[in-house]
């Protein structure tokens, strides 16, 4: 069975940093897609970044362009995602999620991710 377990959610000022982890256990496939989506109450849930761990395509919803950036470390079951330059509408809670067969290409924010985290809260205050 898959887990995914967020961390790194915070409070922070408008215009500060934070790095988000996430952690994937019992994953056995060696390829993935690993993406992180937003949800802020009264909203829809958005995509905000995606990487395939496989070919190493990146993939960023416009908004966080050139703020946002998601990485991977040595192993595949773990992802960040590096925030700067954060504003009040950056606030939410942050998932994490997984897609078995890798990304999708310029459909991979739209394509089904198999397993999800709890989230974890960030809060961007003005």
């Known amino acids: 069975q898959v887990h995914v377990r967020e961390s790194g959610g915070d409070s922070v000022q408008a215009g500060g940093s934070l790095t988000l982890s996430c952690e994937v256990f019992?994953?056995?496939?060696?390829?993935?897609?690993m993406g992180w989506f937003r949800q802020a109450p009264g909203r829809e849930r958005e995509a905000v970044a995606a990487?395939?761990?496989?070919?190493?395509?990146?993939y960023y919803t416009d908004s966080v362009k050139g703020r946002f950036t998601i990485f991977q470390k040595n192993i595949v079951s773990a992802v960040y995602l590096d925030m700067s330059s954060l504003r009040p509408d950056d606030g939410a809670t942050y998932f994490c999620a997984v897609r078995d067969r890798g990304c999708a290409g310029q459909s991979t924010f739209r394509a089904q991710f198999n397993h999800w985290g709890q989230g974890t809260q960030v809060t961007v205050s003005s």
């Open positions: 019992g994953y056995t496939h060696n390829r993935a897609c």
């Open positions: 990487l395939d761990t496989y070919t190493g395509s990146l």
